[in-house]
């Protein structure tokens, strides 16, 4: 059996990540194809989520619901980095960095090897950018767990990083009546290290303020390409996996 592809969507908030990866999957799904999706950010991963809402059910708590999200969507690490203890915060680190584990060196290849195309919204570039952003003086690309992750997970057949400037993150995120966590300085930080790491991880870089017409003709075309460059570089399939070094 073929082992399945593995694509991946990364980049800044309101770029229109989301918006592609669904016209993939049902792209994938008209060829046949019952491609899998999986959200892989530190905090978010289906271990920790589990964890979050089971103990969240034995306490009796519900999580408040506005328009259909959860109150505390993406808030999660950004207050898990504000605990004041560092052993709960280490812990909290620890915790998540194993289920990434879990997820993209195990399940992921579990998935791929039964000939399913995986559809990441988010990568490990996103879960870098969120450890530097979010947890600055903890240094987690430099430990053990990091590195066995950048070292042992799967590798994505495409990678797309999608940038925008922070301003239109805040436009976008008021026009789908979106409250923003983060302030725009913070989005900001953000843009910069995606754009400064997207080559590290062997991302495409994608323009979020083009079309989602002309952005869609783009992925297909670069996808489109693969095969190409896999054949001219068959040579080099010894070459290490992009982004498995430090910084």
Request: aromatic share 8%; hydrophobic share 35%; glycine share 8%.
């Amino acid at each position: 059996m073929r082992r399945g592809d593995l694509i991946a969507f990364s980049g800044v908030d309101c770029a229109g990540k989301s918006t592609q990866r669904d016209r993939l999957m049902e792209l994938l799904r008209s060829r046949g194809d019952t491609p899998v999706n999986f959200y892989g950010r530190p905090g978010y991963t289906p271990g920790l989520r589990l964890f979050k809402t089971t103990v969240g059910r034995l306490k009796g708590r519900r999580k408040p619901v506005r328009n259909g999200v959860s109150k505390d969507a993406g808030n999660f690490p950004r207050r898990a980095s504000n605990l004041g203890n560092p052993l709960a915060r280490k812990l909290w680190l620890m915790a998540a960095l194993l289920d990434l584990v879990w997820l993209h060196c195990v399940h992921i290849r579990l998935v791929r090897a039964r000939g399913r195309t995986v559809v990441c919204n988010r990568h490990l570039l996103d879960c870098l950018v969120d450890f530097r952003v979010n947890f600055p003086a903890d240094r987690v690309e430099q430990g053990l767990l990091w590195r066995l992750l950048r070292r042992f997970s799967a590798r994505p057949d495409a990678t797309f990083c999608f940038l925008i400037s922070a301003e239109l993150t805040m436009e976008r995120s008021r026009n789908k009546s979106r409250f923003h966590w983060e302030p725009q300085d913070v989005l900001e930080l953000r843009r910069r290290e995606y754009a400064a790491l997207a080559g590290e991880f062997g991302s495409h870089v994608i323009d979020g303020t083009r079309s989602v017409e002309e952005i869609a003709c783009s992925i297909d075309r670069l996808l489109a390409e693969r095969p190409r460059r896999a054949s001219s570089s068959a040579a080099g399939r010894g070459s290490p996996h992009p982004g498995s070094s430090g910084r």
